[in-house]
């Protein structure tokens, strides 16, 4: 089966996500943000690493917008029943 590694920030709100997303093109490392703003606090602890996971595992919006994106890229805000990730795609 086909893995891929990732990364999340997990925020309740769309504007607090855009936020990030905004500190994210200034520069701001993805993990210190994870650290300090994640809502998710079992990946924050690990800079956002969710590890790697394949189909099926994750919430569907969340799994279908990993898996699209290029290794190194950083998703827009994805809406799910958890509130909005903004996901780093690392493998």
Same mark, same amino acid.
Not at 53 to 69: C, I, N, S, Y
């Given at each position: 089966?086909? @893995?891929?590694?990732?990364?999340? #920030?997990?925020?309740? @709100?769309?504007?607090?996500?855009?936020?990030?997303?905004?500190?994210?093109?200034? $520069?701001?490392?993805?993990?210190? +943000?994870?650290?300090?703003?994640?809502?998710?606090?079992?990946?924050? @602890?690990?800079? $956002?690493? +969710?590890?790697?996971?394949?189909? $099926?595992?994750?919430?569907? &919006?969340?799994?279908?917008?990993?898996?699209?994106?290029?290794?190194?890229?950083?998703?827009? &805000?994805? @809406?799910?029943?958890?509130?909005?990730? #903004?996901?780093?795609?690392? $493998?």
């Amino acid at each position: 089966m086909n @893995k891929i590694k990732c990364s999340h #920030i997990l925020v309740k @709100k769309q504007s607090e996500a855009l936020a990030i997303l905004e500190q994210l093109k200034k $520069g701001e490392k993805f993990g210190k +943000l994870a650290r300090e703003l994640s809502i998710d606090s079992g990946s924050a @602890k690990r800079d $956002g690493d +969710l590890g790697y996971f394949g189909r $099926g595992v994750m919430v569907k &919006p969340f799994e279908e917008a990993a898996f699209k994106l290029q290794v190194g890229s950083i998703s827009e &805000p994805i @809406k799910s029943e958890f509130g909005y990730h #903004i996901i780093k795609r690392l $493998g």
